[in-house]
């Protein structure tokens, strides 16, 4: 009994511990169920708030401007490198030892200053030889007696028969006066065109150029490539001179540069000719033709019934190719002498040293002619055709960025060059830079103005759409404004018709500017942009909108267009 009444009170307190055990589990349970019943409605409510976020940014933003009234104008812009207008190559004209050379760059020129002189000993001992030989022929002349009988006419010297005057039968003295020669030689194998230098073009010494014309055959034609070997006249004449002397003689010629330029027409001439000369006697036999290539001596012709005084005329054709063999050596002495052949400054020296052998046709300096220069600049195909000779150009330079001056468009490439899918022209800009401080070589941009109007209405670019191929704009009262348009740059379009001065056009805009203020109309935000003022009332635009495709907007100006 007593074991009885002891272990109840031990059970009463196992029960009670249990008990306490059951209401910390609940309690615990009740924490973690309010714990995520917390969690769960905050994440509905950052849920909420992003998407609400997340709807209001996808709402258009509108902003709005008045129609203005002012000027306004087109550009079209290009970089290049500027370059002198006017800059003469001074080459050497024959062959020598350079003794003296008395520029250097940057020194200032008059016409007629010498700038280098040149030694040729053996130029000096053909002069004497010629000389001697000069006297002889003389001499031979006037010891000649009459009665000498010659039956042939020979080539006075080696080249190539570029005409036969005298034909079978021909009394050779009465071919000789009409044509001043019975046969014509070429004596160096070339052949040049002389030419004016058209209106609007140059070309320099050394420039390559090509010459093409109808040939002798009907029907065929030739094309070659010369060298500018002669500028005279201040640069309007000129002389291209081609390394073939088998072209037709006397042919129509037309001379291009290498932009496909006419630069001018001529003659094709042989470049040092022979006339073969004979004073009397019948033509027998002929025995060589156009075209061959002949030594001296060679016979051309052989003649019956020669007078007596052939002897001596031949003597005298002798003495007249003598004479001028003579000259040219002459004119070759004189050339060791270079000249100034303008004022100007001193641009560039070949590097050459004093001492040193040279030849004719060596580049020796160039002079910068005036302060005339030229900027070359690419313009893309889209904006070309609105570009035109005469039309002004402002011009910045990198290395001057405080002055513009202003020039004019001189010229236009007709043929494009292709890179990378986009097509573009060289356009030549001409412009005064006397005190300025420009320089050739020089960095710069030019800048056309292609149209311009002083009293123009005009809305912001942005504000023009297009349906069915017709601009409109979106007006402040919702509807869609059809408009004809005008010039048109990468900020504002002139409007022509369909707006009035102070209307108010609608486009959607950048609402992140600071400066930007918003409100929300019915669904649609509309921005006032820093004192641009009205807004479209309601929702989407209602009603004006023509039928088919959805406007497109954001209209800009061509490439290179301002």
């Known amino acids: 009994m007593s074991e009885q009444v002891q272990a109840a009170p031990q059970k009463k307190r196992r029960n009670s511990r249990r008990v306490k055990r059951m209401v910390k589990r609940i309690v615990k349970w009740i924490f973690w169920l309010c714990v995520l019943a917390a969690a769960a409605l905050f994440g509905y409510r950052y849920y909420r708030e992003q998407t609400a976020t997340q709807t209001a940014s996808t709402q258009p933003t509108y902003a709005t401007s008045s129609v203005q009234s002012g000027a306004i104008s087109k550009t079209v812009y290009g970089t290049g490198m500027i370059e002198a207008a006017s800059q003469p190559v001074v080459s050497i004209q024959t062959d020598g030892t350079l003794s003296e050379l008395r520029v250097d760059i940057g020194d200032e020129v008059k016409e007629g200053d010498v ?5 040729n000993d053996e130029l ?4 004497q030889d010629l000389e001697y030989a000069l006297w002889e022929l003389d001499d031979e002349i006037m010891g000649t007696s009459p009665g000498a009988t010659v039956v042939t006419v020979r080539s006075p010297i080696a080249g190539r028969v570029m005409k036969l005057y005298g034909q079978v039968g021909d009394d050779a003295l009465a071919v000789y006066r009409k044509y001043g ?113 002949i030594e001296r001596k060679d016979t051309i012709y052989v003649l019956e019934d020669s007078p007596l005084t052939l002897t001596q005329e031949s003597l005298r054709i002798q003495r007249e190719a003598a004479a001028e063999e003579l000259e040219e050596a002459k004119e070759q002495r004189e050339n060791l002498i270079i000249l100034a052949p303008c004022d100007g400054v001193i641009a560039s020296v070949e590097a050459l040293e004093v001492g040193s052998s040279v030849t004719a046709g060596t580049t020796l300096l160039s002079i910068l002619e005036g302060e005339d220069m030229t900027l070359t600049i690419a313009v893309d195909e889209l904006d070309v055709v609105s570009v035109q000779e005469g039309q002004p150009v402002s011009i910045t330079v990198d290395a001057l960025s405080d002055l513009t001056v202003e020039g004019t468009v001189e010229k236009i490439a007709p043929v494009g060059s292709g890179e990378s899918g986009v097509t ?54 919702g509807s869609y404004q059809p408009v004809e348009t005008g010039i048109m740059n990468d900020e504002y379009v002139q409007i022509l018709s369909g707006l009035e001065a102070g209307d108010l056009v609608c486009y959607e805009s950048d609402a992140s500017s600071s400066s930007a203020t918003s409100m929300d109309m019915g669904g649609m935000v509309v921005v006032d942009m820093g004192g641009m003022t009205g807004a479209p009332s309601g929702g989407m635009p209602s009603g004006g909108m023509p039928s088919g495709d959805m406007p497109s907007g954001g209209m800009g100006g061509g490439r290179g267009a301002r």
């Open 115 to 119: 700038l280098a002189v040149l030694e």
């Open 124 to 127: 000096d001992a053909t002069i």
């Open 424 to 477: 573009t022209y060289d356009v030549k800009l001409s412009f005064d830079a006397a005190g300025t401080g420009i320089r050739a070589g020089m960095n710069a941009t030019g800048e056309i103005l292609v149209a311009s109007v002083e009293d123009a209405l005009y809305i912001p670019v942005e504000a023009l759409m297009t349906v069915n191929d017709q601009y409109c704009v979106l007006t402040a009262s």
């Open 181 to 293: 020669a019975v046969a014509l030689l070429s004596t160096d194998g070339r052949m040049k065109v002389e030419f004016d230098v058209a209106e609007g073009t140059s070309v320099e010494l050394g420039e390559t150029l090509f010459v093409s014309g109808m040939g002798a055959v009907v029907g065929t034609t030739f094309s070659v490539e010369g060298e500018v070997t002669d500028l005279y006249m201040q640069g309007t004449k000129a002389v291209v001179t081609i390394n073939d002397d088998t072209l037709p003689m006397d042919a129509d010629a037309t001379v291009t540069n290498g932009m496909g330029e006419i630069v001018g027409t001529g003659t094709l001439e042989i470049n040092k000719p022979m006339a073969v000369s004979a004073y009397g006697g019948t033509i027998r036999q002929i025995r060589v033709n156009v075209g061959d290539e």
